[in-house]
Each structure stands twice: as C-alpha cells, then as structure tokens.
C-alpha cells in the first residue's frame, strides 16, 4: 500500500521566505519547496510572449502570495512534526522583525506517486562551488557542463536535496578540504550527499551514521546512483548516547563532517575530536546565525582552532582543526 503523505504550506511574503526557511530548517524539516511571488513577476517581465504557454494552474498558484512547501508523512510522526510547526509560527513572528505575511498553514494529502511528480518537478540540476554539480537521478543523461562532476541524487521522501544554504555550504566545504586518500565520517548523513560528494572528490572511504533508518536505504541507493558503492557504507545510530559506535569510530577519519542543527552540533563537538586522526578537520553547518558563536565557543572550549567561518542565507558554515 503506497504511503499518503501531506504536502504542506506556509504563506508568507517575498522578503520572509529566507527566514520562514530557516524556522523550518532549525525544526528538522528539510526537503523545501520555496515558491516567490516575485521569481512570477520576473519571468512575465522575461518571457511575456510565452507566458501563455505557461501551465495556467501554476500561474494561479504562484501569484499574489509566496510560500514556502514540505512533505511530512500522514502518521501520528508526520501530525507531530506538523504540529510543532504551527505551534511555533506566532512566536516565530515577533522574533523576525519584519512583515511575515499571514503565515497560514494548509495541507494536501498526496499518494506517493502524487508526491513524487508535484515534488520532483521543482527540482532541477544545480552547480555547487567550482567542481560539483547535482543532478536529480531522473535527470541523467542531460549534460555536464564542462569541467564538472555529476553527482547523481534521488533525496528521498524526508531528506534534503542539497540546494540549501547549509549543505551548499558544507558541499563547498568539502571540495576546500577533501584529500585524496581521505576517510571520511559523515554525521546525520541523509541522503548521504556530503560523503558521496567527498568520494568523486577523491576521498577512499565514507561511513554515514544518521539516527534515522531509512537514511541508510537513501544514502545507498545514491551511491549506488553514483558508482562508488564498494567506498561508502551507513550505520544506523546516535553517536551522542551510543557509546559501543563511538568505539567503533574512534581515530579513523581524516575528515568529519555534520550539517545537522546548532542544538545537536553543540552536544558532539566533545565526541567528534575522538573521530579524527592527527591533524584532521571537522566541517559543521546547519548552524542559524544567531547560534553560531555559541558553536564557535563549543569549538574553541574542546580545542579546537577555527580554520574559517563562512555564511548564506543566514546560515554559518566552520572549518576546525583540533589545535596542535
């Protein structure tokens, strides 16, 4: 029996979709849908002549309001998720300072099929710092400006799909510090984009550890999507309370990576110094900007000396060795 899922939708105005993204972002939702109202009135100005060609129920959609959308399951997890959202949005107006629109919530119950289709649509190939370029799996065969490399991804139904500021960050943080040769450990992997990035980069090994079971299917299946399934493998669990896996994991990984959120990245910081070996660097983002010296203070408290700071969209991005 195919999965129902609801699809989700925030009104806003233009000049608030970064910061309603970041809401959700800091909340775990991932996988947005961002439609502006004023990306419509630009390609009316651009292609007036067309514009009648233009899918009319689209049209509709897109003008007088943006908004951003997600996907959460039609469960008693999905209601939670949904719920804590909502409960938030009030509170999430008085702290942002500007015109937030109404913020009204509505949904849409989808099949999973129906899912795929109106999700898959918004997303198209992408550059990503001076090497990589995403590509959707269902994509492949268009082509690869020159001098990039593809990296083929399917997301998946709750995981992102790497165009965000956070993991364009940690992307471009990966191509500044992979090695070839390099193991690398990814925290929170999801989809597994960051590891599967490091692999085509040139490192010889990843392993992605993420609390949730099915990122292990995603993230193999996009490997798999990408050629280097033999170098990349997932485990299932929560390094913060599972002392056996960070056992496991002590001392083996040149790089390590986590683009999670500042409330669980803090937590790690004091774990992820015993993944590294000599001389290997942490890159962490995820991190709203009004949490970032709070990391930074968590980094330079266990030793660690900030190699850079780096910010998007109200996002930080840092670059950590431990100090010598």
């Not at 099929?113 to 992408?126: C, I, L, S, T, V």
């Not at 082509?143 to 364009?168: C, D, K, M, Q, W």
């Not at 590891?195 to 550890?209: K, Q």
Request: overall charge negative.
């Amino acid at each position: 029996m195919n999965q129902i899922w609801l699809e989700v939708s925030i009104d806003t105005v233009s000049g608030c979709l970064e910061d309603l993204a970041a809401y959700l972002t800091a909340r775990g939702i991932v996988g947005l849908v961002i439609e502006d109202e004023n990306d419509l009135e630009q390609f009316e100005d651009e292609r007036r002549a067309e514009w009648s060609d233009v899918d009319e129920e689209l049209k509709n959609a897109l003008r007088g309001v943006s908004r951003v959308k997600f996907y959460v399951t039609d469960d008693e997890d999905g209601h939670v998720r949904l719920e804590d959202v909502r409960s938030g949005l009030e509170a999430f107006r008085g702290r942002v300072g500007k015109e937030a629109g109404t913020l009204a919530v509505s949904t849409k119950a989808l099949q999973e099929e129906d899912w795929a289709h109106n999700w898959q649509k918004y997303y198209q190939p992408f550059p990503v710092g001076e090497k990589l370029y995403v590509v959707p799996e269902w994509m492949r065969g268009q082509a690869v400006p020159e001098g990039r490399i593809p990296l083929y991804l399917n997301p998946g139904l709750i995981f992102g799909t790497g165009s965000h500021g956070t993991t364009r960050l940690c992307l471009e943080g990966v191509e500044r510090y992979a090695r070839p040769g390099d193991r690398v450990l990814d925290l929170g992997t999801g989809s597994g984009i960051l590891a599967i990035a490091a692999l085509l980069l040139g490192a010889e090994s990843a392993l992605g550890c993420d609390i949730d079971p099915k990122a292990g299917r995603v993230a193999a299946e996009n490997a798999g999507f990408n050629g280097i399934s033999d170098a990349f493998r997932v485990e299932t669990g929560n390094v913060i309370g599972d002392e056996k896996l960070r056992e496991r994991l002590a001392g083996q990984y040149e790089l390590v990576l986590a683009n999670i959120i500042a409330d669980v990245i803090i937590p790690l910081i004091p774990y992820v110094k015993d993944f590294l070996t000599p001389g290997g660097v942490f890159l962490t983002s995820g991190i709203i900007e009004h949490r970032a010296e709070d990391v930074a203070a968590a980094l330079t408290e266990h030793g660690y000396q900030i190699l850079e700071r780096r910010e998007r969209e109200g996002w930080v991005f840092y670059a950590a060795r431990l100090a010598q």
